[in-house]
């Protein structure tokens, strides 16, 4: 996987505290995206949860294990960090919802991103995204492949969505664990962009209308899980590359 953008990628839930995601956003997106990059690794996106108005949701990438370490060592051990985690924690309950997750092969990276707007940016793309999340009995193998290529991502296509990425649970032991991460866990992640909340609600009527999607693709794609599919609604913040 060295040609891919992101080989190791970490998923974030926060809850935060009521009324704490303005706060955290705007403190995010003004100090933590270009610091963060500067140590090594990559903000892809940031993102309100659209059902639930105290939760932040963001993903950032590394290029491996060993440079992961590396980068989060630097970050917070720095000085920018240490200059606002009492504020940035003061939004948090709970900030360990964290999937570590790796491309599901080499056609399902991330793509290259969007220009992100300059700091101080602060008109919110109309765009949307969807993070569709599967957990598995069993660890994904070459044939989960096959079926996201071969049936998924053609009718996500088909009824309107854009996918951008698909992810699996990358089982290498977290290289940092002052930052948790879940583990035992076989997850499995696809991200779809919509131009806006309207192409969304289409894309969610056609997928559900289709007779493919309901008595062909679901029966394969649940017969593994253990629960059902949960899907995250996400609206990118100012600043987000994903956008």
């Not at 993102?47 to 060592?73: E, S």
């Not at 290498?172 to 806006?196: M, Q």
Request: hydrophobic share 40%; with cysteine.
């Amino acid at each position: 996987m060295s040609g891919l953008r992101h080989p190791v990628v970490e998923l974030r839930q926060y809850t935060l505290r009521a009324g704490g995601r303005d706060v955290l956003v705007d403190l995010f997106d003004r100090e933590f995206v270009e610091t963060q990059e500067a140590a090594g690794m990559a903000v892809v996106g940031q993102f309100h949860d659209l059902a639930d108005p105290d939760r932040f949701v963001w993903l950032r990438g590394f290029p491996d294990m060993p440079r992961r370490a590396a980068a989060l060592h630097d970050f917070y051990g720095g000085p920018i960090w240490r200059r606002h985690r009492e504020q940035a924690n003061a939004t948090m309950v709970d900030s360990d919802d964290v999937l570590l997750l790796r491309p599901l092969d080499g056609r399902s990276g991330f793509p290259a991103p969007a220009v992100r707007p300059p700091v101080g940016h602060r008109d919110r793309p109309a765009s949307l995204f969807t993070a569709t999340l599967c957990h598995r009995a069993e660890p994904v193998d070459t044939s989960f492949a096959d079926l996201f290529h071969r049936r998924i991502r053609p009718l996500l296509v088909e009824t309107g969505a854009t996918p951008v990425a698909c992810l699996s649970t990358e089982y290498a032991e977290n290289t940092f664990p002052a930052l948790p991460v879940r583990t035992g866990e076989h997850v499995v992640c696809w991200l779809s962009r919509f131009a806006d909340a309207g192409r969304l609600d289409d894309h969610l009527r056609r997928l559900d209308r289709s007779r493919r999607w309901r008595d062909e693709v679901l029966p394969e794609l649940s017969g593994p899980l253990c629960t059902p599919p949960r899907q995250l609604r996400l609206a990118p913040t100012a600043r987000s590359a994903l956008r």
